[in-house]
Structures are given as C-alpha cells and as structure tokens.
C-alpha cells in the first residue's frame, strides 16, 4: 500500500511588515479586503454550484450536437440565458454588473461593389472592433473581472460605435458569468494544497463577540427577575 503525503504550503504572513512614505501613518489607512477570484464565503461556493448546474443543463444539447462543432461556449450560449440563470441563483439583489471600460478600438471602411443588371453601385460600410471590462460582483463580495470583444459592420458609423459598444460588453458579461467555474475549480485545488493560511473565508480570524460587563449584568438581573416570579407563582398555588 502506497501512502501520498498531503502537500502543505509553506507560505506565511507572520512576518511581513508594512510601511509607508515619508509623512504618510499606515494606521490611517483601512484595509480592504477584494475576494477577486476567490469565493468570499460559503454561501458564495453553494451559489456558483447551483449556477454551473444550470448552464451544464442547458449546454448539454449543445456540445452534443454536431452542427455546433468545437466553438468557445460564450459564443453559443444566449446572453439573456445567463443573466436568467444568475438572478435565478444568486437573486436579482445578490448580485451586480459594474463597467470598468468599454472602448472603440478600431474602425475600417470598406466599399463593396455590387453588380446587378449591369448596374454598377459602391456600398460604403464601416467595420467598428470595441474593446470592454467587466466586473461581475456577489453581494458577499466575491467578484471576477473579464474582457469581451465586439465587431459590427453597418453603412452608418454611429451605430457601429454604439452596437459594437453594447455587443463587448454583453461579450464581456458573458465571459464574467461563465469564469465563476474557474474560481470555484482553483479554490477547491487549493484547500486540498493547504494554500489558505488566513483561512477560507477571511484574511482575519475574527475573535467571538463577547457581551459588555453592562449587558451581562442585565441578562443576571433578568433571569433573577424571572426566576423570584416564578417562585411567586408557585407559592400561591
């Protein structure tokens, strides 16, 4: 029988130190935690569990049909499919959509020529590529960040620019959407590695809230209170 040592990580905080610029106090700033690729919470795992299941059923025909052949899934699954699945899953308060960036990247013009009755007409088109950032967050502060491309060609130049704006960023929210799966693959990789040393779910171990001398005192008082009514009322039976 072959025994396999768990690997441990041998990364530690203990002593790193931090500091500041000249005139500047380090305890003036608060530190902000950013669950960027990693799930801020359990409920965060259970959630994106839910929503792989959803788009594993809807892609399942999909991958299995050979009309489809090897295609990225961003470009086969319907935007307004994901967007459903995520308000089904995590609420339609649980999370939300946050542009970074979206910009026209390129712009080529074209002319086709087209000849039909022996009539010779020039077609002007322009091609727009657009470029955009997107930062999908869960309401316990797990968030992922994706790029989406989007090229249109239309013969006028402003709706090129605006439709291929819209069509990057629903590109982009798209990619976002489907990336949580990654997250959730390399944060299990990782607690089976021992990579956490601040723990699961916090970069601090919170200490257990303990009540105030006033307000045990006030729960003493009231249990005394209690219990000399209940002697009362059992006296006068």
């Known amino acids: 029988m072959t025994v396999q040592a768990q690997p441990k990580s041998s990364i530690s905080y203990d002593s790193t130190v931090y500091g500041t610029a000249p005139g500047l106090d380090i305890k003036a700033f608060r530190i902000v935690e950013d669950w960027n690729g990693r799930p801020a919470s359990a409920w965060s795992v259970q959630r994106i569990g839910r929503l792989q299941s959803k788009i594993e059923k809807h892609t399942y025909n999909i991958y299995h049909n050979n009309r489809y052949g090897k295609h990225n899934l961003s470009k086969l699954i319907p935007g307004h499919v994901l967007i459903q699945f995520a308000n089904e899953t995590f609420g339609y308060d649980g999370w939300k959509m946050d542009v970074i960036d979206v910009e026209a990247r390129e712009c080529q013009l074209f002319t086709a020529v087209n000849n039909d009755?022996?009539?010779?007409?020039?077609?002007?088109?322009?091609?727009?590529?657009?470029?955009?950032?997107?930062?999908?967050?869960?309401?316990?502060?797990?968030?992922?960040?994706?790029?989406?491309?989007?090229?249109?060609?239309?013969?006028?130049?402003?709706?090129?620019?605006?439709?291929?704006?819209?069509?990057?960023?629903?590109?982009?929210?798209?990619?976002?959407?489907?990336?949580?799966?990654?997250?959730?693959l390399d944060y299990e990789t990782k607690i089976t590695n021992n990579y956490y040393v601040d723990g699961l779910y916090g970069s601090k171990k919170r200490k257990p809230r303990t009540l105030s001398i006033y307000s045990q005192c006030l729960i003493v008082s009231r249990l005394l209170s209690n219990w000399r009514i209940l002697k009362i009322l059992i006296s006068n039976r």
Not at 136 to 143: P, R
Not at 149 to 172: F, Q
């Open 117 to 184: 009755d022996n009539t010779d007409t020039d077609d002007v088109k322009y091609t727009v590529v657009a470029e955009a950032q997107v930062k999908v967050t869960l309401k316990d502060g797990t968030n992922t960040q994706c790029g989406g491309l989007g090229r249109i060609t239309l013969p006028s130049k402003g709706e090129c620019y605006n439709r291929s704006r819209k069509e990057a960023v629903g590109d982009a929210l798209k990619k976002a959407l489907l990336s949580f799966e990654k997250i959730i």
